[in-house]
């Protein structure tokens, strides 16, 4: 019965006037920037972040997970009318979804894009309040130990899920780590390479960080092959599926379900994986295996589930033990810091309004992508038309005024024309910069960590693996590192991203 | 000769940031394995760093890979000066310098720059971010600025 006197605290909370408000803002700001070409989820969540500081801590978190499922959507819905996907986890819905268009069918993908997400969406938020406070009240028992181990494993599985060179994505990860030390060190007071600006005495930002690399890098990428951006657009006929497309997409969309939900709590990326595996099994199971790639709703449904279950369960790392677990999580524990809040198994307890609020408001959020969808199709299919070229210095503009709103900075624009150039260049030589974002914001509560840790030890670095929670969490990094180094597993990892 | 452009680069990359991060946090106090100072993990970090960039040097030269993708010169430099452009002005001149001035610089990267949409774009987003972020979100940012008695 306690998790329906939380529920109902939740409701409580995301029911106020306010918090339907900016949920739906954040919903239709997030599909509205989703389905625009050339705008992933992290980039959009970048942008409009420094709008939500404003607000009070719970509406903006709030307001957050809502621009999420809605870049999210947004993506599903390029991916499907305009063979576009907006970020990697929809790539799969594009194989069938836009096949599905081209047959005129794109109403019935949409559906079943909307409706399997809807109801993994349902599944997951029960998962999370399920789930959540057990797992909060173990994360309770951990120590500095711990807590340094846990942090070990997620940007072991960032790395191990990322795309291109291991070794790359490694030395990334620890660059990021490096840039999240820079500023006033808590213990001591000491400037790290602060270069002398007084203006890096606090740190650099991460909404600097995450609008320079996935916003400018993003854009500068993008402008090296505008050419083949021609979009042909198939008209949309039968916005509603047959009764023979219910019948077939039910099964997926379960299966869907499950896989995305379990994948989705792993660090990294999850929800691509889920979407990928989803796609896979669909494919080797099916009764009309003959279709998938044709058009098969099968081929919809399933991966579409799993994405958005997915999208929902990496919350489970973030709101029990803080750690997050792919880019869009990083930008929301860096959000929660901000608003003052230390993202960690004590927020359950401290501020179940807020949690639960925002578990709850995960679910109204849904419920908006659905009914959003339908009637507002047509403007989006007239935004996914703008070209990229009348888009992207309007881009520009959003993010340098948002990064100066910041801190009322100039230091900002040019800190982040800096990582722009970094994002950009990386991004070229092979080493995704996805990680570093990760470890960027967990750099400094690692070395924090590892300090306790020490010192409760007396100095002692066997500590990590005498205790057991902490020796399992270092084995299974170690272990998820090795498998990468097998040639078998390797050949997988490159053809899974192959596409 | 390098077989791997994108590990050689990487590489030298990452020996430079590593080494950078222990040779700047030598004037840092060390502390113990028991007290941490604040140049502990840097340094750590730091070594860490170039220990992986030497591997990915030496690899270069023994394993082959792809060679890297024609660099968007045009792009990289118009988009970073545009924006560079815009934090030096905005504060002086003013948005209605700034902005435009951005719009302008970063759309002359695409190949389908369009002197009169670009002016429309500058025109249309200048109304909005005054409207919106200064008149209605209230961010500091002058619209005529001081330079031009505003």
Redesign the interface.
């Known amino acids: 019965m306690e998790l329906l006197d939380n529920l109902l605290l939740g409701f409580q909370t995301a029911l106020t006037l306010s918090n339907l408000f900016y949920c739906f803002l954040g919903v239709f700001l997030g599909t509205a920037i989703g389905v625009l070409p050339g705008l992933g989820p992290t980039a959009t969540i970048a942008m409009l972040l420094p709008i939500t500081f404003v607000l009070p801590p719970v509406t903006a978190l709030i307001m957050l997970a809502g621009i999420y499922y809605g870049s999210q959507y947004g993506g599903s819905t390029t991916s499907i009318l305009v063979n576009l996907p907006g970020e990697a986890a929809s790539v799969v819905t594009t194989l069938d979804g836009y096949q599905m268009a081209k047959q005129g069918r794109a109403g019935a993908a949409l559906a079943a894009s909307a409706i399997g997400s809807f109801f993994a969406g349902t599944v997951a938020t029960l998962l999370i309040a399920a789930f959540g406070p057990p797992l909060a009240a173990v994360a309770l028992q951990f120590g500095p130990a711990e807590f340094f181990s846990l942090m070990v494993l997620g940007l072991v599985a960032s790395v191990v899920l990322a795309q291109g060179s291991l070794l790359h994505a490694i030395g990334i990860v620890v660059l990021g780590l490096l840039l999240g030390l820079i500023g006033t060190d808590v213990n001591s007071g000491t400037q790290r390479f602060t270069f002398g600006f007084f203006e890096l005495a606090d740190g650099i930002g991460f909404v600097t960080v995450a609008m320079g690399m996935f916003g400018l890098g993003e854009i500068i990428r993008n402008l090296e092959n505008e050419a083949d951006r021609s979009v042909m657009l198939t008209k949309i006929t039968g916005l509603w599926p047959t009764r023979d497309d219910f019948k077939r997409m039910v099964a997926p969309i379960l299966r869907g379900t499950v896989i995305g939900s379990a994948l989705g709590i792993l660090p990294g990326s999850g929800s691509i994986l889920g979407s990928f595996a989803a796609y896979s099994i669909e494919k080797k199971i099916s009764k009309h295996r003959a279709e998938f790639g044709k058009g098969a709703i099968e081929g919809v449904a399933a991966p579409e589930a799993a994405n958005n279950a997915g999208a929902q369960t990496s919350f489970i790392p973030l709101l029990t033990l803080g750690i997050p677990s792919n880019p869009v999580s990083a930008l929301m524990v860096g959000a929660m810091i901000v608003h003052g809040i230390q993202p960690g198994p004590s927020v359950i307890n401290e501020q179940p309004a807020l949690f639960w609020g925002m578990i709850v408001s995960m679910w109204i959020g849904n419920l908006f992508l659905v009914v959003l969808n339908y009637p507002l199709i047509g403007m989006w299919v007239r935004m996914i038309m703008i070209p990229y070229h009348l888009l992207y210095p309007g881009i520009l503009v959003f993010c340098a005024i948002g990064v100066f709103s910041l801190k009322n900075a100039t230091f900002d624009i040019y800190l982040m024309a800096v990582f722009g150039i970094v994002g950009y260049v990386f991004a070229k030589l092979g080493a995704e910069p996805a990680p570093m974002l990760l470890a960027f914001i967990l750099g400094p509560l690692m070395e924090e960590y590892l300090r306790r840790a020490m010192l409760l030890s007396r100095g002692d670095p066997m500590v990590f693996l005498h205790r057991p929670i902490s020796a399992t969490l270092l084995v299974l990094a170690a272990l998820a590192m090795l498998a990468v180094l097998l040639p078998s597993f390797s050949k997988t990892r490159e053809e899974a991203f192959k596409e | 000769m390098t077989r791997n452009p994108?590990?050689f680069?990487?590489g030298l990359?990452?020996i430079f940031?590593?080494a950078s991060?222990i040779i700047?946090?030598r004037d840092?106090?060390m502390g113990?394995?028991?007290?941490?100072?604040?140049a502990?993990?840097?340094t750590i970090?730091?070594a860490?760093?170039a220990v992986?960039?030497a591997?990915?040097v030496i690899?270069s030269f023994i394993a082959a890979g792809?060679p890297?993708?024609?660099?968007?010169f045009?792009?990289?430099v118009l988009?970073?000066l545009?924006?560079?452009i815009?934090?030096?002005l905005?504060?002086g001149a003013g948005l209605v310098v700034a902005?435009p001035l951005?719009?302008i610089i970063?759309?002359y990267?695409?190949?389908?720059?369009r002197w009169r949409?670009?002016l429309i774009?500058?025109a249309g987003?200048m109304t909005f971010?005054a409207l919106v972020?200064v008149k209605g979100?209230g961010?500091?940012?002058p619209i005529i600025g001081a330079w031009l008695g505003g």
């Open positions: 994108k590990d680069w990487t990359l990452y940031f590593g991060a700047i946090a840092y106090n113990t394995a028991l007290r941490m100072g604040p502990f993990f840097p970090l730091g860490v760093l992986i960039g591997i990915a690899r792809a890297i993708g024609g660099f968007s045009k792009g990289l988009v970073t545009s924006v560079v815009f934090g030096v905005v504060r902005l951005l719009v970063s759309a990267a695409s190949t389908r720059f949409t670009t774009m500058a987003l971010c972020f979100l961010i500091p940012l």
